[in-house]
């Protein structure tokens, strides 16, 4: 049997790689396969301009402690809402009611309002009425306090870790009276590696 093998020129070379990347030659209008592209990235890029961008997140022992030590204007509480509301002049903005179940700062009341503005590339965070959440805020003028999507706020069903630290923390730090050593017995007593969070733009 033989077979008859021929060599493709330089010009036929340079054809044959143009019909093997052009989208013509494989039955695609070109102008069309342009556009699409056109409307995807079109799509694309501004959400990844303007996607909410967050701090490196760190540990639980390195953030949370100093934290929980701030004075009342901050607030790290287990919490329920009781409601939800939007601003009249501006539906982006809602006013969050909670009621305190379990607090972890020298906060003191058993309800406080965060204000929080959800549009596009705030980082802002939307609760839900009856949840119960982990919340990290500070008040902000009005009274109000303030979170966002970077802070370790959270679903109480996702911070099972975080808040067995906490209440570790604070159970220890009672019975020696001191911060670092109640650090450090917490996290020679830990049953778990703790998990990290984000770090809260306080």
């Known amino acids: 049997m033989k077979f008859n093998v021929s060599v493709l ?4 070379q340079g054809k044959f790689r143009y019909r093997s990347i ?4 494989l039955g695609v209008n070109f102008n069309m396969y342009l556009a699409k592209l056109a409307l995807v990235f079109s ?13 490196p997140p760190k540990a639980f022992e390195e953030d949370i402690p100093k934290l929980i ?27 969050t009611s909670f009621e305190v179940i379990e607090n972890f700062t020298a906060f003191d009341r058993k309800l406080f309002k965060t204000k929080v503005a959800n549009a596009c590339c705030l980082c802002g965070v939307k609760f839900d009425i009856g949840t119960t959440y982990l919340v990290y805020a500070h008040k902000t003028n009005g009274g109000y306090f303030q979170t966002n999507s970077c ?12 808040l067995e630290f906490i209440r570790n923390y604070k159970v220890n730090k ?8 109640s650090l450090n017995f917490v996290r020679k007593n830990a049953r778990t590696k703790y998990s990290f969070g984000f770090v809260p733009m306080l």
């Open 151 to 162: 802070s370790r706020t959270k679903d109480a069903k996702q911070a099972k870790e975080e």
């Open 22 to 25: 052009c989208p013509g030659y």
């Open 9 to 12: 020129s330089g010009e036929d």
């Open 174 to 181: 009672q019975s020696h009276g001191n911060s670092n050593t």
């Open 69 to 95: 030590e701030g004075n009342s204007d901050v607030v790290v509480a287990l919490a329920k809402v009781l409601s939800v509301e939007k601003l009249k002049d501006d539906s982006n903005t809602h006013i």
């Open 43 to 55: 799509l694309l890029l501004p959400s990844l301009a303007l996607a909410c961008s967050c701090a």
